[in-house]
T-cell receptor, first 110, second 113 residues
Framework: SQQGEEDPQALSIQEGENATMNCSYK?????LQWYRQNSGRGLVHLIL?????REKHSGRLRVTLDTSKKSSSLLITASRAADTASYFC??????????FGTGTRLQVFP | DGGITQSPKYLFRKEGQNVTLSCEQN?????MYWYRQDPGQGLRLIYY???????QKGDIAEGYSVSREKKESFPLTVTSAQKNPTAFYLC????????????FGPGTRLTVL
């Protein structure tokens, strides 16, 4: 069963704009992770935020986590054409498994 | 270079044939995972292994089998019992299995004709 649901399913923006995608989940978590997937490739880990953290930054990425609302957001600032990819959230909770969401397809036009 | 490799990148098989997908990692990771991804969808867990000679079923294990005889290798066999095997298969590994960052291979696209 998939726990995470990303919103929107698809997002198109111009280079230089910010991109925001959201993830909702259903049960308790230890951490939430964001991954990126270029078309036809494997996933690449972007950032991990623990359940006791509310915000985390990494370069142009900003992740927030609201455990009361069971939601997270990923903000990519000053987007580039190379940011075009699918972005997935994944949650882990005292298990050996990560549960991945359905993904947001981001298209950044030059 | 450290990493995780999958081979082949593309694989074609006739219906009714078993096929084995390779996954190798030299990251010295204990845990390894197999996922299936269908077009426009997220990842679904097929099998995972926390340690050599041990593995557990994921959410969609029916029609698949795995082995973990060596720490660095976790091959996946797609059997003829899998009703809809055409998909993109991703292998991943992590330092340990408790919700840590996973490192992914490049994937194998299997097409059953």
């Amino acid at each position: 069963s998939q726990q995470g649901e990303e919103d929107p399913q698809a997002l198109s923006i111009q280079e230089g704009e910010n991109a925001t995608m959201n993830c909702s989940y259903k049960t308790s978590i230890n951490n939430l992770q964001w991954y990126r997937q270029n078309s036809g490739r494997g996933l690449v880990h972007l950032i991990l935020i623990r359940s006791n953290e509310r915000e985390k930054h990494s370069g142009r990425l900003r992740v927030t986590l609201d455990t009361s609302k069971k939601s997270s957001s990923l903000l990519i600032t000053a987007s580039r054409a190379a940011d075009t990819a699918s972005y997935f959230c994944a949650t882990g909770y005292n298990t050996d498994k990560l549960i991945f969401g359905t993904g947001t397809r981001l298209q950044v036009f030059p | 270079d450290g990493g995780i490799t999958q081979s082949p990148k593309y694989l074609f098989r006739k219906e009714g044939q078993n096929v084995t997908l390779s996954c190798e990692q030299n990251l010295n990771h204990d845990a390894m995972y197999w996922y299936r991804q269908d077009p426009g969808q997220g990842l679904r867990l097929i099998y995972y292994s926390q340690i050599v000679n041990d593995f557990q079923k994921g959410d969609i294990a029916e029609g698949y089998s795995v082995s973990r005889e060596k720490k660095e290798s976790f091959p996946l066999t797609v059997t003829s019992a899998q009703k809809n095997p055409t998909a993109f298969y991703l292998c991943a590994s992590s330092q340990n299995s408790r919700g840590n960052e996973q490192f992914f291979g490049p994937g194998t696209r299997l097409t059953v004709l």
